[in-house]
């Protein structure tokens, strides 16, 4: 096992925080382009929380077994870092307890501290849905008041190498050396945190024995490498490593057909942060131009539901080479997507859309893998979020706008199990040696339908007033276009 291992949690905890817990307590300050409410300083000896986020992602998606930074100020009296493992739940003179529960710690300063969700802290009946749970920090006997959190099952997130949750990902070939792209067929190895409850159930404090048995995660990955989902007879191994408390390991068979260099993770309805992991790019087409722009959300209006509408359109045009062979055009956004799988020699494409299902387009999302949709316009100043009844959120809530953008959105057309999207797909000539082109913002064009795409976007109740999310436009492997779509949050 590497020392990178240690080092994941470690460099996320002191060095890319530090500076962002300082700002908390004494500006208004953008992480990730995230606006986080500013909290004065106290004069008090008490321990003031400011946020609670993911330790891997920045998000403010939590679990029982996942990594979290507490940013706040009285937190500690000097900086300490454990040494050893099995963590221990005090760490120079300051403890964390969330739900009650004494909480291993990695790292405390007077500004920040690095903790694990005990994987003991409740969550409802069956593990399905939000608990909403007290973090609480004491020290030198006095204790903060407390601050409550939404955990879920699952808080999918994958670290990266800027410590961040942002760019390149730290990723591995079997040898446990570092790789800086990916190719099909190869066995590569990913750390996560977040990925909930393992089988057997392992130690907060402890994490995976490195004896014999291997603790697997119990709830189903989705891996997703370069738009491609892994199939799970390729996920050789998913679970945390061993002697590294919080740390999951993911080893995994690269998937045919990369089209572009982003990786994801998707579990229990939720997104993982959209990371990189870096692909050979091809050789089939010249002229290249090309854009992408949201259409959905709008500049401005707060989106007070757990799931909200993320849709795009692009343009593009290009030449085909005359020896050019399959290639893929990819428009994608955090969530949502456009395919077009171009074969020269045939002379055709294919293309594969994601698109609302004409039942969550009216808000109805019963059934699907986001399951329940909470009303975070209801939330108390305790960070209780009731869901919708039934899974529905009434018409009357629907945003006119995204009413709209939906309209823009094809059809789906091609039958699936039971989801909040399905696909809409579509055929049509693309020979070697012409001009190919694609315009989802000019409805006269041929192939304007497979120009868009949209999908819902679970977003995590806390404390940020806005959420980023990218898009991105791929030819032939390589990026040619981006952009962006900011969404106004219900927050605390």
Known sequence: MPRIITLLVLVTSTTAGQGYAQGITTVATDHQNNRIRQLPRTAQAQPVIAAVLNGASYSALLAPGC????????????SATAQTVPLQTTL?????????????????SPTQINVLI??????????????????????GGASSTPYNIPINRDAPAIFTRNAQGTGPAHVFDSKFRPLNSVAPGEVVILYAAGLGPTNPPASSASGASPAVVLYRVVDEVDIYIGEQKVDPSNVEFAGLAPGFPGVYQLNVKVPPGLVSDRLSIREGGWQSNVVQAGITASQNVANVTGSIQGIYPPASGPTGASVALQAAAFKVSFTILPAAGPFTVAAVGEVGSSIVTIDPVAGTFTASVTVPTAATRVGDFSGTELTPVYDYAGCSTAAVCPPFPGNVIPVSRLDPLMVEAEARLPEPNA???AASTLLFQASGSAKAGSTFTIDGT???????YIGAFGAWLALPYGPFATHTSTLALYVDGTLVASGSVMYSLVHR
């Open 92 to 108: 120079g003179g300051t403890s964390v307890t969330v739900g009650g529960v004494a909480a291993p710690l990695l790292y405390v």
């Open 415 to 417: 039958s699936g199990p």
């Open 67 to 78: 990594w979290a930074v507490i940013y706040g100020s009285g937190l500690a009296t000097t």
């Open 442 to 448: 000019d409805q006269s064009t041929a192939n304007f």
């Open 118 to 139: 005990p994987f003991e802290v409740q969550l409802p009946t069956g593990g399905i849905g939000l608990a909403t749970v007290p973090v609480v920090v004491s020290q």
